[in-house]
């Protein structure tokens, strides 16, 4: 009995884990300021990080010793594109939370799959994280966090899309 109400108590204790890690430690603040608190990621780059081919590349062309450690110098840059993302993201959570409260509902529904893309991100970032680690431990180790790029640009342009409605809110310009 003792046993089951341990497991029990680790798996909520490990989902309030996980939601606080999808949700960000924001609070709610004047979006504005929230959003000149993003850091630029250059996508392209991470990319170049984490395709399998540059790192087939690497491999063919350096000694085994030094392909462990531009590997893992390489990974380790990867992890900061990740963490950059999964910061910008929990920023984007509260800048979300701020839209969905909008009297606007073509606003708030905007703010609400910003919200769901962001937590979505922090998700796929903790993933990421733990992979691109192993890799770092494990040279030569296959992984793949690209579909993090993709919810990150997917994110990205959601952004851009809750920017003209608001912008056009204010204006009283059609919306987008």
Known sequence: ???????????????????RVARGHAKPADPQRLSQAIRAVDVEAFRNLIDPAEED????????????AVQ???????????????????ILVAVGDAARRSPDPTIAAAGEKLVDSAVRLRLYAFQAKGKLYIGILLPGTRIS???????????TGLVFQLSRLEYAARTGASSV
């Open 57 to 68: 590349f690497l491999r063919k062309s350096l000694a085994p010793a030094q392909y462990r």
């Open 1 to 19: 009995m003792i046993v089951v109400l341990a497991l029990v108590v680790l798996a909520a204790l490990a989902l309030v884990f996980m939601f």
């Open 72 to 90: 893992r110098q390489r990974l380790r840059a990867a992890v900061e594109y990740v963490s950059c993302a999964a910061q910008n993201a929990a």
């Open 145 to 155: 966090p690209s579909a993090l790029v993709e919810n990150y640009e997917r994110m």
